[in-house]
Structures are given as structure tokens and as C-alpha cells.
């Protein structure tokens, strides 16, 4: 009896120590499983070691991109504890373009960043501002000597030829392949570019638009990959901004923006928005302001945005040369310029407000300084339509109430007047619009509570993801922290709880 007794207790001892084990295994597997899931994202400083990149006269285009792309990939750690940073280099290194691809596809990584500088030949002086590129076929020349420039590097790796398959980076028929290029990962790619653009944006960079271009390194990935061009080395006040350390910090910041913009989008995950307080600080050294001011989100419905009036440069510049930054072949008409006046005008439509199915990431109000400057901006996109072929119509003003700051939700801009009802709204109505640096720019809803403006624009986020928040006193536009500060001062103890 005790030899069965002490055999059974034997037995459900080795049972529960099986349990025990296989519960420890499996908890085991798991956790890798969730530390194996990560999200990952390679950023790529673009050139490096013998390459230089396009070279300024203060830097070169290779040190600008790692010191961006480190500052970068810093905020991501400190922030996204969930992300895992992949470099394809941390130093000055020469790294080839199918090795920084293969980087990015041995770590299965869900987004790829390169990051790059910009440079001219011509017309230096008033080239400028930030834009970037997914893959695809370019619609313009600009486009094609962008991509030409960047694949060049490959000429310095050995047996280039045979590597990219006789793909020789200067001439324009070697392109032809990516217009018959699928891109799987096209959607994303473009929306991560419009991310990044409405950031720097936000950032009072100058905003070239989401472009295509047949880039070799976006090629050979095999998830959304973007090449974002930071500004041009080219432009001296750009070059001193990119080589400083608050150009550093600022570039970063609206990376890191985009990017968590767009894993909100995508993926619902829960982000965080750094206060000033958590960027790298720079070091004690004057810094130059930063180049133009403008506050466009990029368009989401369309690659490659449409110019629509020519840039004109500071006052202080006597040369007023046309920047050439169109991806098609529209030419638009000379609109009636809009009143610089700051009363607001209503149009009205029939269509009810959508509901929201997602949120943008609110920019940071402590964004750089930027000086005012009239700039080029794109104009909203219309299947099959073409906006310099728009009727005019004239509407009327709405009041402002005097010295209480006014919000309302920017949707759009356009060089043109839009009618009432144009399908550029999206259905949204009522639309007002002001003039501003020479365009139109359309709004939707007006109320002296901030909390409530973030509502109108959390309800027309599914018919415009890019919307932002405006803010006006006294008619004329203010910046949006000082409008903030105004409203909670001058609120009633009711509306600040």
C-alpha cells in the first residue's frame, strides 16, 4: 500500500514539475514572441565616408544627415519604448545603397527613413525648403536630377554595374523601370512622406510637397520607405540653419513628428508628444533664424503636389526668379489676388460634416521662430479636375468679435477662389476662407474655446486628415500658443474647468 501510495505521489510530483516547465517555456516564448514584434525603424543618414554628398560652404551634405538622423533616432528612444532604431550607419562611413537596403530588409523593418540634403546648380538664392519622396516615376525634370544626384553614390562601390544591373544613375532612359514599378507599399509610403511634410511645416520650414522619383535605395526595400530631402546645402541662410544646432533640433523634432503621426494613423498606438523640454538641447552658439514660415500640411490625395504661383523671395532680395518645383504640366491662371486683409469670408454648401474615424498629432506650439515670407503652396488636388479651370465667386464677410482670440480649423489652400460647394471641400460646410501671402485659405467652424476647436477638427478629420488649428484676434491671424494664453486669460471660471 505505501509502495503504491509513495509511486502515485512520485508520479503527480514529476506531473506538476512537467507543468511547471512547460508554463515557463511557454511565457518564455511569448515574451520573445512580443520583444521579436517590435516595431522597427531603420533610419538611413544618406552619403557618408568617401561620400560626401552635396557639399556647402560651411558642411557637407554626409554630416548634416547623420547628425539629423542620430538626433532623431534619440527622440524615438527616448519616446517610443516599443520602437527598436535600426542605423544603417552611426558614424562616417561609406555604406553602398543595396547594403542600407539590405539592412533595413535583415531586420524586417516596418518603416524605412533616409534622410538626405538638397542642392542646386542654379538659381541658388531662391531654391529652398524641405520635401519628400516615396518611389515611383518622377513627373518633372527637378524630380529626375534629385534622383540622379542621390543614385550617383553607387558609381564609388566596386562592380556597380553588375550589382544594380547595368542601371547607369546619369542617364534618364535607366529610369524608365520604375514606371512600370508596383510598389505594394505605395499608400503608406505616401502617407508617411505627407506626415513628414506637414511637419516641417509645422516647424516653419518651407514645404516642396510629396514627390516621386525613382530612387535605387527605396527600390530594394520591402516595406513604406521615404527619402526626405531636409533643405538645400545650396541656399547659404538654409546651410547655416541645417549646420546649427537648433536647425539640428528643429529637423529632428518634425521627423519624429511624422513619424508618430503616422503610427497613430496606422496602427493605433498610442503616442506621446515631447515638450521642449525632452529635445537635445543645443550648445551656446547664435544661431541664424530659420528661412521662410509656412504652415501647409501636404496634400494626402495626390504624389506630387501642383505649383501654383511663382515664390517670390525676402524684400530684401532683388531678384524675384520663379521657382520651377512643378511635377506636371498645368499652367495655372493669374487668379485676382485675395484681399491680405484678414476678415473672413463664408461659402456655403449643403453637404452635412462626416464623421471622424481619426486624429492627427496636434504640433508642438513651441515650434521654431520663423521670419515671414510669401511662399509657394499646393494646391488641394481634384480627380479630374483642374483647379485653374475653377469658377469664381464672390462671398460674403463674416465679423470677427474684437479682442477675444477666434478659432477656427484650416482644410485647404488654393491660389483660386473656390465656389460654394466645390468638391474640394469634401462635403464640409460652411466654408469661410481669408487671403494670406497671396492665396486662399479655407476654414471651417469659428469658436473662442480652444478644446472646442480640436472637436471641429477631430469632425472633419476623416474628409481632411491635415487639418490644423488657426487662430485669429482682432481679424488678423496670431500665432496659436499666444491665441491659446489669450482665451484661457480672458475665460470665465466656468469655461476654464
Known sequence: MTYHH??????????FAFLFFGFCAFFQNAEAHLVSRRFTLVIDPGHGGKDDGAVGTLTKEKDINLRVALAFGKLVETHCPDVKVVYTRSTDKFVPLQERADIA????????????????????????GAETYSLGMHRSSENLEVAKRENSVITLESNYKKTYSNFDPK??????????????????????????????SFQGRKNKGVKQSGFLVLRATSM???????????????????????????????????????????????TVDPSETDLPKPDAEPTPPTVSATDEPPLMAEVVPVKTRPFRPQASSAATAEENTSATSVAPTSPASPETTSSLKETSASKKTPAATSVCVLPSTSSTTAAPQPKLVEAPPVAGVES??????????TAFSPSIPIFKVQLLTSDRLLPPGDR?????????HYGEAGNYRYTHGETTNYKDAKQIRKNVSEAFPQAFIVAFLDGKRIELHRAIRLAQASASPQQKK
Open 6 to 15: 509513495n509511486k502515485m505521489a512520485g508520479t503527480v510530483r514529476l506531473l
Open 105 to 128: 530588409n535583415r531586420n524586417k523593418a516596418d518603416l524605412f527613413i533616409s534622410i538626405h540634403t538638397n542642392s542646386v546648380v542654379s538659381n541658388k538664392n531662391n531654391v529652398y
Open 171 to 200: 542617364k534618364a532612359e535607366s529610369y524608365i523601370i520604375f514606371e512600370l514599378l508596383q510598389d505594394q507599399n505605395m499608400k503608406q509610403s505616401v502617407d508617411l512622406a505627407s506626415c513628414i511634410q506637414r511637419q516641417y
Open 224 to 270: 513604406p520607405s521615404v527619402l526626405t530631402e531636409l533643405g538645400f546645402i545650396s541656399h547659404a541662410e538654409e546651410e547655416r540653419f541645417m549646420h546649427s544646432n537648433e536647425g539640428v533640433k528643429t529637423l529632428s523634432k518634425a521627423l519624429f513628428d511624422g513619424f508618430q503621426t503616422y503610427r497613430r494613423r496606422n496602427s493605433g498606438v498610442a
Open 388 to 397: 485653374s479651370h475653377l469658377p469664381k465667386t464672390e462671398v460674403s464677410p
Open 424 to 432: 474640394n471641400f469634401n462635403g464640409i460646410s460652411p466654408v469661410e
